[in-house]
């Protein structure tokens, strides 16, 4: 027997984990716009591997929610047709690994119709791609592939890390004209949060980072799951008396330049944290475009601390990989401590 | 077009080929920086393209498909514009011709034509789409993810594979396996066939029938139109390093252009002459007024609404241009 699950609705404040904020944000998309197609491998009966998709098939049908054959450059090709068919196209790839076999479709089409076609056609298609390590899962079910899809003219890139902001943010990157990856945390699904998803949906401008914790002493730059270690550094240094900032970066094309500007103007130091390799990374953007503007009020070069040059590793060796406490505190005090030579 | 018209698909025919020599004349000139020709393609892509119905349909071309441009009524200019180097794509208006942007990914725009078939069907618009692509196009994984997609969903597309023989110097024996193109559908279980893609009336007919039955629930066909790249792959091709004389002289007995004539009057095709001889001028002149665009496009169209971020840049490069 299958269960029914279409879910009941919260009619106001509700504790809700990120998958089921993503959920609600898929339904709600559903519900005010019918031309919303989610589709992707096993998002139907299944409802994803991680059921951010749960249900909407049983609610919407099979015509608006339906499982595709299992090629992801497939999935990626239809949407660009259905886009052009004035669609709305809310596909997902399974894992962020296997992005790789879709990238010709996302770099050579997605990214480029709007512009080939001088703004006739509209690519208003969001990429939900499950994302980032630390749920010890094989190899290629956990990548972090931001500093790829940001590097494309015509993408835009977001991560969420809440399931508040996953909520808006889904919403908004569906009603958005232009493609989206839309980056979930992985490690993240289950974190919840209280908020009223019947609110109607908040500007989360794009290009727009949010100060997630206020502190005078240095700034911490993270987005999607590297927020929330973030904030456990920041908790221990408080009780050290030293106030970290913690900037969500949250956008990740555009990357929101002015309000890195604003927060490390005030702190005059800043680190960067994120969990893909160093190498070229988003730390390394995010790094650059602070030095240009807070040169003048930097105390200290910025610290970037980060995952290695790599292939992602396997479980035991994801802790090792991923951006400790540890190592964040190490960074943090290597800032605070900078002298000029 | 409703029936088969020898008369018209031939005065297409020949627009097709005069305007493909006249790019080639210009390429040589130094008017056009490349040019992929499609001399002896044209039954091919005109007998397919006038099959279709334009107020419903809609055609995924890549780079070689002049003819089934010229066939739905597409700006000349704006599509040979790509090949000026003009813009990506082509500067002629995709939603109103019904042809997606020149594409230069071999198979890239195949998926496409499943999910605007889709969309079709969900909005039941009886719309088909036909998608272009060659022989070499049909080694790549989308075209394979792109026939079986729609053969699960059993949707109406037409799956167009002009097999020229060659893809740039491999021939088709190098390049499929199992037999054709067209024997793949099998595998997929729809319909394939393969038709002589030098008659023009055939081609038309064969296609007709797969777009019909797409329009009617029927679902995709795989068609194969066996054809000959008369000319090189592009204008800095150099096919006598792969490919022997005798099979050029072979098939250009078979031209499908000269076919169609001889089937008409000297008066329709004196008429036919003249009338692509007007369009050769006409495309001409609209090439070589067509000018570069405005600098300023460079930032134009990536996103519908420019970021902070490219306007800024976009700013820098002004406040440097005008120093
Ligand atoms: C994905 C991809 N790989 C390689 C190329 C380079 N390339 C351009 S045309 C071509 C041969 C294509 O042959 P075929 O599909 O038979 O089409 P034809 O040129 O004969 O019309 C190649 C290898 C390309 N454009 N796209």
């Known amino acids: 027997m299958l269960e029914d699950r279409t879910g009941a609705e919260p009619r106001g404040n509700a504790e809700l984990s990120l998958q089921q904020a993503l959920n609600l944000a898929l339904r709600h998309a559903c519900e005010d716009d019918d031309r919303v197609l989610v589709f992707g491998e096993d998002v139907g009966r299944l ?42 196209p809310v596909p997902e790839i399974q894992f962020d690994g296997f992005a790789f076999p879709a990238i010709d479709q996302i770099v050579n089409q997605v990214a480029r119709l709007h512009y080939r076609s001088r703004g006739v056609l509209t690519m208003p298609i969001t990429l939900r791609l499950p994302s980032f390590g630390g749920i010890r899962a094989p190899e290629h079910h956990g990548e972090s592939l931001e500093s790829l899809f940001a590097h494309v003219p015509g993408l835009k890139v977001v991560s969420p890390s809440s399931p508040r902001e996953g909520y808006h943010l889904l919403r908004q990157s569906i009603a958005d004209p232009d493609p989206v990856i839309f980056m979930e945390p992985k490690p993240r699904y289950w974190h919840r ?44 240094a408080a009780e050290d008396g030293v106030e970290l900032e913690v900037l969500d970066l949250r956008w ?16 005059r130091r800043a680190v960067v944290v994120h969990e893909a ?65 | 077009m409703e029936k088969a018209d020898l008369r018209e698909l031939h005065r297409l025919m020949l627009v097709a080929r005069r305007v493909d020599e006249e790019a080639i004349a210009l390429q040589r000139q130094g008017v056009l920086p490349g040019y992929a020709p499609m001399r002896g393609q044209e039954a091919a892509q005109v007998g397919s393209a006038a099959a279709l119905d334009l107020t419903r349909d809609f055609a995924f071309p890549n780079y070689r498909d002049l003819g089934a441009a010229t066939a739905m009524g597409v700006d000349l200019v704006g599509y040979l514009s790509t090949h000026l180097g003009t813009w990506h794509g082509g500067m002629y208006d995709p939603k109103a011709s019904r042809l997606a942007p020149v594409n230069a990914v071999v198979g890239g725009a195949v998926p496409h034509a499943v999910g605007w078939a889709m969309g079709a069907k969900l909005d039941d618009t009886g719309g088909v789409a036909i998608t272009y692509f060659g022989d070499g196009a049909s080694s790549q994984g989308d075209v394979h993810e792109a026939m079986n997609f729609a053969a699960v969903y059993r949707l109406p597309v037409v799956f167009f594979c002009q097999n020229n023989g060659w893809a740039i110097s491999v021939p088709t024996e190098r390049q499929v396996a199992g037999g054709s193109v067209a024997a793949r559908a099998a595998g997929y279980g729809i319909e394939g066939v393969r038709v002589d893609g030098n008659d023009v009336l055939a081609v038309f007919e064969t296609t007709r029938e797969a777009v019909l039955r797409g329009r009617d629930g029927g679902g995709p066909t795989v068609l194969e139109a066996m054809t000959y790249r008369m000319g090189p792959h592009s204008t800095s091709d150099d096919p006598g390093r792969y490919r022997t004389l005798e099979e050029e002289r072979a098939w250009a007995e078979r031209d499908p252009v000269a076919r169609a004539a001889r089937q008409l009057s000297a008066d329709d095709v004196a008429e036919a002459e003249a009338h692509a001889a007007d369009v050769v001028r006409q495309v001409r002149e609209g090439l070589v007024t067509v000018g570069d665009r405005p600098t300023e496009e460079l930032f134009s169209f990536v996103y519908r609404e420019p970021t902070k971020a490219l306007l800024d840049q976009q700013h820098a490069w002004k406040e440097a241009a005008d120093v």
């Open chain 1, 252 to 267: 990740l094309k555009p990357v929101d330049a002015d309000g890195l500007a604003a927060s490390v103007g005030r702190t």
């Open chain 1, 193 to 236: 949060e209280s908020f009223d998803p019947t609110q109607p949906v908040e500007a989360l401008p794009v290009g727009t980072s949010r100060v997630v914790r206020q502190g005078k002493h240095a700034t911490l730059v993270a987005w999607g799951a590297t927020v929330a270690r973030c904030l456990q550094v920041a908790e221990l």
């Open chain 1, 47 to 88: 409802g994803g591997v991680f059921r951010v998709t749960d249900g909407l098939q049983a609610k919407f049908g099979e015509q608006r929610v339906f499982d595709t054959p299992l090629a992801e450059s497939g999935i990626m090709g239809m949407a660009v047709g259905l886009a052009m068919a004035g669609w709305r």
């Open chain 1, 277 to 341: 390799p160093l190498t070229a990374g988003l730390g390394a953007e995010v790094s650059t475009l602070i030095t240009e503007r807070c040169f003048g009020e930097l105390r200290a070069p910025v610290q970037r601390v980060t995952g290695f040059d790599v292939p992602y590793p396997s479980g035991p060796l994801e802790d090792e990989y991923l951006p400790s406490i540890d190592r964040i505190l190490t960074a943090v005090q290597t800032t605070l401590e900078y002298r000029r030579g």
